[in-house]
């Protein structure tokens, strides 16, 4: 009995130490259980991490992952679906553990790091062992030379205005300067009824409104905050000009209020609740604006320049980009994943459920001929330069929150621009560094 | 306080007992094993799940450049150096000690109080039990719930701002999480709010707990309210308090999702905890090695104080 009683715990402890070793093993698998005929012993299950299925209509991936299994028999796809901020945690884990999926969803702020931890495959060899046509993809992020990771939709960020809320502070047309924008934000603020003329989000936790809200200030006038690659704020005048710029609209009270701790989403929620006459944001909010405000009018602009520029209007742009681990047993069947993305029809069905513009050059969404904001938008779009000088720089979030630390500090009043530049300069010349 | 007695055939049948000695052998030695059997699934959990990742946390330490390179260097206490020099390190500590100090000594205060009215003689039971619903609803609601929930309360366009300003108790709306000035007592207030309940339950069936010949005997020699709050309730609750407290210290020093889902840190690193300025330092500046030098420190600290925590359980049975 005793015997039989040991042999139970035994065999508990021996499941425990299985189930925990599961939890770490590989990132492949087949999909047939031992034993089963060996053609489905050679089918490969790709794993797919992404954080686009959540913000995607329902079964828009999945129909497509279907698609692709369809079309390519013996490889299935697992989705590995998260929000944005864990998908990068698992990414970064996943890679230091070796249990990295086969295809991660990326955005251009990680691939430095991610190139110099390893964890990413090669995607100029990649393409090259699939004789791949490189010239249908709109872009490439690389790094020494080679791809690490390919967009395949890409979201611009333009100027939304509330056009009743302006016409009511009786500001004829959209501003297109700096002098003119200040000019419309006053105006709007002066409505009282707490509206703002434009909204900044400035959370350290999510600091990416120092990339879409205050360097797009800086590259919508031909800017730069780099020099060669490197880190170029001290002395820089595009830049200072732009925060000289942003402190002018925040000591005028043009700005609305709690920036210092306003996330993104507080951003789109200040707008589409008419509380705020201008914000820049990405196009992908744009159906959730309208869901939540039926009756806001509104439309998107290029961002203002300085006044008097003529050249190309940058534009900032997140991507959401594709990568293959390094890990991975099957680079192979995950590359024909990414080329079945990258395709021109696929990849115009995957933009058109995002409201996003594709990465495959030749792919033409079909909302952006339906829909009058898209189509305004992708006038802006090609007429413009979509700038995102951050993607493929090394810890990019950091480089963003260090200069959020700064920035804040200068519009509290608590140091001079000069200031704040020479700080950030520091920060970033020794994240560069590395 | 209790003891308990082994039965006869427990005692000759433990392991090295000496029935063991005598019997000898196979079967000595299987009799032998039979408690480690049963203490093996937690062993291996233990192991698998807190011993192994706290070895691999405190190497991780004394490494540089670990998990993003391949090849990580040795460099000893270098993390813990750089760390303990760091203005931004001490920043967090100051407002770690704040935010938990604060916290622990209102949930006490507030979790006390609102057991002692609900557990008054005045108030009926059916008002009891709403008046306890209502107390302990925050306790029932997710870190990100209530994250969400008092953010759009505190936001300048807000509930809060709102009726500060239509009562002219304020001229303007105020930033509570977006000033620097008035951030820290933001989150800590909401903590404060979100973890009350937990005193409150447990301090009530503390006071159940006492018997009323306490209270009538001190009565009967004129006691006033006071001085049996002070000379019977207090004394009989402090096993109690001291567990709570010492548990919501160790708690509330590792709040992480709270601060960064309301102010992530900021204005101006004023809410920033030793639980933030380690996830930056790991996940945005990608230094697993000072990180895992913080996650340490942390460690430690929260050793510390479960060693006062054992020892206040001890002192109680």
């Known amino acids: 009995m005793r015997k039989k009683f040991l042999a139970g715990i035994a065999v508990m402890a021996a499941a425990t130490l299985a189930m925990t070793g599961c939890a770490s093993g590989s990132t492949t698998a087949p999909t047939s259980a031992a034993g089963s005929t060996s053609a489905a012993a050679e089918d490969v299950t790709l794993e797919f991490a992404q954080w686009w299925e959540p913000e995607l209509p329902a079964n828009a991936l999945r129909g497509l992952m279907d698609q692709f299994e369809k079309e390519n028999p013996g490889i299935k796809v697992k989705l590995i679906s998260g929000p944005y901020a864990s998908t990068k945690e698992q990414v970064v884990a996943g890679a230091a553990a070796g249990t990295m999926s086969d295809v991660v969803g990326l955005d251009g702020a990680w691939v430095n790091d991610f190139v110099k931890q390893g964890s990413l495959a090669n995607l100029s060899e990649l393409m090259k062992a699939a004789s791949f046509d490189e010239s249908q993809l709109a872009a490439q992020v690389q790094l020494d030379g080679s791809t690490w990771m390919i967009p395949v939709a890409n979201f611009v960020y333009p100027m939304f205005v509330n056009d009743d809320l302006l016409k009511k502070a009786g500001v004829a047309a959209v501003p297109t300067n700096r002098t003119e924008f200040t000019a419309a934000a006053a105006a709007l603020t002066k409505l009282g009824n707490n509206i703002a003329g434009w909204v900044l989000p400035l959370d350290s936790s999510a600091p990416n409104g120092i990339q879409n809200d205050v360097m797009s200030w800086v590259w919508s006038s031909g800017g730069s905050m780099l020099k060669d690659g490197k880190p170029y704020l001290t002395g820089n005048a595009d830049v200072k000009s732009a925060m000289e710029f942003i402190k002018g609209l925040y ?4 700005i609305a209020k709690g920036s210092f701790t306003m996330k993104e989403q507080d951003k789109v929620n200040e707008f589409t609740n008419g509380r705020v006459g201008m914000m820049i944001d990405s196009l992908a909010h744009v159906n959730l604006i309208r869901e939540q405000n039926k009756d806001l009018k509104f439309q998107v602009a290029a ?7 003529s050249g190309k209007r940058g534009m900032p742009y997140a991507s959401w980009g594709i990568g293959v681990a390094a890990n991975s047993k099957h680079q192979a069947e995950a590359f024909k994943l990414v080329s079945f993305l990258m395709g021109k029809d696929v990849n115009a069905t995957l933009c058109n459920s995002a409201h996003a513009f594709p990465g495959n050059a030749q792919s033409v969404p079909d909302f ?3 829909d009058p904001i898209f189509k305004q938008a992708f006038e802006i779009y090609q007429a413009g330069a979509p700038t995102n000088e951050f993607t493929g720089l090394p810890v990019a979030e950091d480089l963003m929150r260090s200069f959020d630390e700064q920035f804040q500090k200068y519009l509290a009043g608590k140091q001079s621009a000069d200031d704040a530049l020479a700080a950030a300069q520091k920060a970033w010349d020794a994240a560069f560094a590395g | 306080m209790s003891t308990t007695t082994l039965p006869a055939r427990a005692k000759r049948t433990g392991p090295g007992g000496r029935r063991v000695q005598a019997t000898g052998g196979k079967k000595g030695l299987v009799k032998a094993l039979v408690p480690f059997g049963y203490l093996s699934p937690t062993v291996v959990l233990l192991t698998v799940l807190m011993v192994i990742p706290i070895v691999m946390v ?10 993003m390179k391949k090849n990580p260097q040795f460099v000893g206490f270098k993390h813990y150096s750089d760390i303990l020099a760091s203005d931004s390190f001490w920043t967090a500590v100051t407002n770690t000690l704040f935010f938990t100090g604060v916290s622990v000594v209102a949930h006490l205060v507030l979790g006390l109080a609102f057991a002692m009215m609900l557990n008054t003689e005045l108030l009926g039971h059916r008002v009891k039990a709403i008046f306890r619903t209502i107390y302990v609803l925050p306790w029932l609601f ?11 309360l505190l936001e300048p366009n807000g509930v809060i701002n709102y009726l500060l300003t239509a009562s002219h108790l304020a ?3 105020i930033e509570w999480l977006g000033s620097p000035d008035t951030a820290l007592l933001a989150v800590t207030f909401i903590n404060i709010w979100s973890g009350y309940p937990f005193y409150m339950t447990s301090l009530l069936a503390g006071l159940q707990g006492i018997p009323a010949d306490y209270y009538e005997a001190a009565q009967v020699d004129g006691a006033s309210a006071w001085q049996r709050f002070t ?5 009989q609750l402090k096993p109690i308090i001291i567990s709570m407290a010492l548990l919501d210290f160790i708690w509330t020093t590792q709040q992480f999702a709270l601060i960064w889902m309301t102010t992530g840190g ?3 690193g004023t809410t920033e905890m030793l639980s933030t300025f380690t996830y930056k330092l790991a996940f945005t500046k990608y230094q697993f090695g000072t990180a895992s030098a913080a996650a340490v420190i942390v460690l430690v600290i929260s050793m510390v104080l479960a060693f006062f925590y054992v020892r206040a359980q001890k002192a109680r049975d």
Do not use: E, F, K
Not at chain 1, 303 to 309: A, N, T
Not at chain 2, 58 to 67: F, K, T
Not at chain 2, 231 to 235: A, K, Q, V
């Open chain 2, 171 to 173: 001229g303007s709306q």
């Open chain 2, 231 to 235: 000379r019977i309730t207090l004394p």
């Open chain 2, 58 to 67: 405190i190497g991780y330490s004394l490494m540089d450049n670990v998990i």
């Open chain 1, 251 to 254: 000591d005028a009270g043009s």
């Open chain 2, 142 to 152: 997710t870190v990100a719930i209530i994250a969400v929930l008092w953010r759009l």
């Open chain 2, 266 to 268: 900021g204005p101006l």
């Open chain 1, 368 to 370: 952006v001929n339906s």
């Open chain 1, 303 to 309: 961002i203002p320049s300085v006044d008097g520029y």
